[in-house]
């Protein structure tokens, strides 16, 4: 039997993570890393046999009991947590002293040819260390519509963002979260590798805010403003400056780009066809629309 410890199990990632490697495995013991065990079993109500253990990124004094007897350590970068020599190198220290060998890593789809993002640092870091690794690299997640990018499209009708044409591959975070949970119950097989995970489709924000408009029923459009404009506008409606600029970043510099590479890679490992952006819009259409909070 093997122990899988997930971290970031309550957000966009972890909670797809969670659920597949319900769904796929027979005989593993599944732990939640969390910061709240109270708050996070009320996201997890038919998960039975998930366990939980107290654990905090920002806290080495979590480490050590949440990392006991633990095969494989999945990991993530929460977005507000950037600095990787204060706070993954010890964790990953800490790892390593207790006895983990095997890491699975949420990374970003081109993170070993940016060296200046955390994903890299963590990357290099993980093989330094000398782990068995496994990188998943995803591109850009459908869900961003639902999360961060939904207040307004919900109130204003309108995504507002400083890439201008720049097309991003669009990809599920249901496919990221499947094809995960498939990597870390066949570790032994894929380790000490990196898999890019993409959807099919290369679209700019102008050609995704017309499917959304076609399936919705509702006109919904796109601006492209300069990222200084962008930034303080994030800023003025409260969002905090790291993950401001994060955002600023990630929907700016794709402009200088080459589009985003087209992986087979999900259905290679699952099997199955990766969602379209035509079929993410029509699942997720109440959400958008404001019916479904
Ligand atoms: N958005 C994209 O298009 C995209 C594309 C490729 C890669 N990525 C990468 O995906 C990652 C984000 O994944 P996500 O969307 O799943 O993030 P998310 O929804 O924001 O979830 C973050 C998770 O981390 C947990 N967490 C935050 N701070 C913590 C702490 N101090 N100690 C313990 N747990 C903590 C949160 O738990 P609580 O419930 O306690 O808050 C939550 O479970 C980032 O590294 C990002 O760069 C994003």
Redesign the pocket.
Known sequence: MKRILV????????LEVVHYLNVLNSDSEIIAA???IADAKLKFPDAVNLQFRQ????NPDTFSAAFHLVDVLFL??????SEVDRFFRPLLLAAKANGIRNVVF?S??GAEKSKVIP?NKIENLIQQLEFNYIFVR????MQ?LTTTLLPEIVKQKSITLPSGKAKFNWIDVKNIGEVTAYLILNFGKYQNRSFEITGTENKNFAEVVDLMSEITGETISFQSINPIRFYFKKRKEGIASGFAAVMTILHFLPRFQKEPDISDNFQKLTGKKPTSIREFIAREKEKLTGIQQ
């Not at 654990?55 to 920002?58: M, N, Q, R, V």
């Not at 993530?76 to 947590?81: K, S």
């Open positions: 971290t970031g199990a309550t957000g966009n990632i972890g969390v910061r709240d654990f905090d990124f920002e993530l970068r929460p977005p507000q947590i949420l970003v789809q994903h995803p591109s850009y997640f961003n």
